[in-house]
């Protein structure tokens, strides 16, 4: 499936599967033994969206795995629940320090202002599609989930004017904020995430924090048509000495997906073009930044991150960035 200039989605089309997909990795982990977050919302909401495949994946109703032969949702939902469980600490840890505004970029699923206990004057704004947010809203309504913080669903994409959308919202520009950009910037061009960073920069009061997912792919590609269609789910790590290992990798997970009922074409969701490091781009703005890698992260839940091609785990270059402005 191919991006273009000004395409929108829902929950169960384009960059919408991947959120379906996060939240039911989320579910998947909360079901888990030793679970290491508790998402208790994102199975009833992967429900709701209606994707066979993916409800499964929540209710661990999918096959069993090993490291040796996996078919690549274990490691996605270990890797989504570590990255969960950053962005949960990062959120806490803002409002512990004093922080009262919060906005979801991209939220898609995410469900952090109904789960986290979260003080109870925070105002916080969700940011997506429209169809993303009402579904949500609507979905949530309907199950009687209910909040104790105050929370306001902007629809809106991040590619247009998204802050005067979030101004009329009620947001104070005059207020330390924290931004929550959890697996986006992969999904935004070059130049779209430049001008997202420029424009959280210039809504941050001093004080303000943003946390977000780097992706350090090295040398991800094009694989064959059908090997393509998971090539923005599990990420692939290629080289001139691998690639038909990995080729042939992707291609057995491709099929084993699509044996099991997906069948929507992921290809091309994620844009590869050269971007600039957001920690370096941030500091040029003011902001210092501490990064933690995937493979920490991993070692600090009690987990494993392979990183090797056969699995097509390259999470491993992958980090995760919290930026403070003082």
Known sequence: MQRWDNDDWDLSSSVGVTATMTAAARAAATNAPGAIINDYLAEPLVRAVGIDFFTRWAARQLPSESDDAGLGWQPMTNALAVRTRYFDDFLLDACAAGIRQVVLLASGLDTRGYRLALPKDTMLFDIDQPRVVAFKDATLSNLGIATSIQIRYVGIDLRKAWDAALRQAGFNVAQPTAWVAEGLLAYLPSGAQDRLLDTITALSANGSRLAAEVFRVRNMTALSDTAANVGTVVFV?????????????ARQIAEQWQSFGLNIDMKGLAYQDDRSDLARYLRRQGWTSTTASMSDLFAASGLTLRGDQRSGDAFAD????TSFRP
């Open 318 to 321: 992958n980090y995760l960035c």
């Open 237 to 249: 790590d290629v080289d001139d000495t691998a690639s038909e290992q990995v080729r042939n990798r």
